[in-house]
T-cell receptor, first 115, second 112 residues
């Protein structure tokens, strides 16, 4: 069965650079969630999209932006990178149907290292 | 605001023991609860998903229960093996928002 695809899997950047993380949801899934997991921490919700519109927002820095495209893939753009942005970034997808939603399926994550 | 707590934070047991991991949440209006396993530096492996209308789910040596009224879930691991060593996370999806709020995890080590 198809799973959530994230690219790249590993990314190394310098401070103050920009990074773009991509997420390709499971086919027919219309909702995408982004989570950030710092070293030794639990994953924290950043932002979610449903049908290309932002549906919820968590503790996402103003330096970060994200969007969902017409093919439902999503990109997380991170600018002015800081050392503290080094983390594992997970994308999850689900299918919203009416007032309910299917479970979230998580991708393998992108490990971002900021030097 | 939903808060999720896991006890214990760390656990070390000899191989073969049955063990219970606990997850508590403050808002009982949940949509579902999911248990994950995470190996060091790796991604999240989904173990069991319990919908809010369900009381328990089983998969192999794993059994997860849910008591919404008391805001608790337990993950029972039977006959533990060294390969079970990992961090176990519970995550709660609250009705209306669907985003997951994760617990702080239980770091399990099973000794051979």
């Amino acid at each position: 069965a198809a799973g959530v695809i994230q690219s790249p899997r590993h990314l190394i950047k310098e401070k103050r650079e920009t990074a773009t993380l991509k997420c390709y949801p499971i086919p027919r899934h219309d909702t995408v969630y982004w989570y950030q997991q710092g070293p030794g921490q639990d994953p924290q919700f950043l932002i979610s999209f449903y049908e290309k519109m932002q549906s919820d927002k968590g503790s996402i820095p103003d330096r970060f932006s994200a969007q969902q495209f017409s093919d439902y893939h999503s990109e997380l753009n991170m600018s002015s990178l800081e050392l503290g942005d080094s983390a594992l970034y997970f994308c999850a997808s689900s299918q919203l149907a009416g007032w309910s939603t299917d479970t979230q399926y998580f991708g393998p994550g992108t490990r971002l290292t900021v030097l | 605001k939903q808060e999720v707590t896991q006890i214990p934070a760390a656990l070390s047991v000899p191989e073969g023991e049955n063990l219970v991991l606990n997850c508590s949440f403050t808002d009982s209006a949940i949509y579902n609860l999911q248990w994950f396993r995470q190996d060091p530096g790796k991604g999240l492996t989904s173990l069991l998903l319990i919908q809010s209308s369900q009381r328990e789910q089983t998969s192999g040596r794993l059994n997860a229960s849910l008591d919404k009224s008391s805001g608790r879930s337990t993950l029972y691991i039977a006959a533990s093996q060294p390969g079970d060593s990992a961090t176990y996370l519970c995550a709660v999806s609250t009705s209306g928002t669907y985003k997951y709020i994760f617990g702080t995890g239980t770091r399990l080590k099973v000794l051979a």
